[in-house]
């Protein structure tokens, strides 16, 4: 076995990472109108510029910006559009363990991209480093998931079919121009699939009038309908996991109900899945992974901070090579370290040591 030259990497991550005190304390700040938005982007600046180092320092062949210009993973991105807003937080999907729950996506005037979203995002951290940048954004899905069609105005959308259209068109124009401008690594966190295998979502939104099924297959049409102009040389991943909101979860229930759907449906070169907990079940639905896909297996979980032990993760590597060629398999932890600015329960001493693991167990399985 070989390193791997283009992503995935064999030793990969999923995108958010702690942020500094600083960094928190700035944002505070700066919503609470005591600093200016151009001093807090200095200091996002140069948290940036201390992340891409950690990366490195790690031995990571991949960097991101740790998603440290954003408060939540998806809806910092959703919210360039013009027709989006965020509503009161639902019931479905809610977060085991804490108070707290996120808001949900309400569409209320027709989606478009007047104005690049996250591309100086890109480009700044492209900047920083000759390593491969990562930028995340959120699938399509997450802008109807949470709310359906209660979170979309029926004014402005009498037929969902134009809400899609609409939607798809100011993901292509993004994705797009940060292809133009450099990017050849995108990854699309699509985690609503893996929410589809769970019996108590299912079972809510079969009781809002939708069919789980069918919603995989509408949700993954999107997808390609958001990628289905980038250029060669890009490319693509999606993520999938059961929640990551300040170390908890919402979701439980391995992919067999989804499986062989999505990942023939979806156009991405990799998934990045979740693989820390008995809650994602076994590996035999990598049975259904086309040849032509590359799997990141989310060993590595970032809600807690006692580190892995190398002998077991590549023991259930071996077992994942049951289902998918050991060619075709890298290794990630299983969601961000700080899909929100909240961040998980952990250090960053902790995250550390998780992606040195993650280089140290690559190099064993995969070779430098």
């Known amino acids: 076995m070989t390193a791997r030259a283009n992503p995935p990497f064999r030793a990969d991550h999923v995108g958010s990472l702690l942020r500094p005190p600083r960094l928190r304390d700035a944002r505070a700040k700066a919503a609470a109108g005591k600093i200016s938005s151009d001093e807090l982007r200095a ?61 949900s996506a309400m569409i209320t005037a027709e989606l478009r991209r007047s104005k690049p979203v996250m591309v100086d995002h890109f480009t700044y951290l492209a900047g920083l480093t000759e390593r491969t940048a990562k930028i995340s954004v959120p699938g399509p899905s997450m802008a109807h998931f949470r709310a359906g069609r209660a979170g979309i105005s029926a004014e402005v959308y009498p037929d969902l079919e134009l809400f899609w259209d609409d939607l798809t068109a100011a993901y292509r124009a993004e994705l797009g121009d940060m292809a133009a401008n450099g990017c050849t690594y995108i990854q699309l966190d699509d985690i609503s699939y893996a929410y589809l295998c769970d019996t108590d979502v299912r079972a809510n939104l079969e009781s809002r009038g939708e069919d789980p099924d069918a919603l995989a297959l509408t949700y993954a049409n999107a997808l390609n309908s958001a990628i289905r102009d980038l250029p060669d040389g890009v490319t693509t991943a999606t993520h999938m996991c ?63 901070p006692g580190l892995e032990n190398k002998d077991e993760l590549k023991r259930r590597i071996d077992e994942a090579a049951r289902y998918v060629d050991l060619d075709r398999l890298c290794l990630s932890p299983q969601c961000g370290f700080s899909s929100t600015h909240h961040g998980n329960k952990i250090s960053e001493d902790d995250e550390i040591a998780k992606l040195r693991l993650i280089v140290e167990v690559a190099d064993d399985v995969w070779g430098s």
Request: a negative charge; hydrophobic letters at 40%.
């Open 43 to 103: 200091v996002e600046d140069d948290a940036i510029r201390d992340v891409v180092a950690l990366q490195e320092n790690a031995g990571l062949q991949v960097v991101t910006d740790g998603e440290f210009r954003r408060t939540y993973w998806h809806f910092d991105f959703l919210s360039g559009f013009d027709g989006f807003e965020l509503g009161k937080p639902l019931d479905m999907g809610t977060f085991e363990g804490v108070s707290e729950q996120p808001p």
């Open 242 to 304: 059961r929640g990551n909101f300040q170390s908890t979860w919402a979701a439980s229930g391995g992919y067999e109900p989804v499986a062989e759907l999505v990942f023939n449906t979806i156009n991405v070169d990799a998934l990045f899945l979740e693989y820390d907990s008995e809650r994602a079940g076994g590996f035999e639905p990598l049975r259904f992974v086309p040849d032509d896909k590359v799997v990141v297996l989310g060993l590595v979980t970032t809600k807690t």
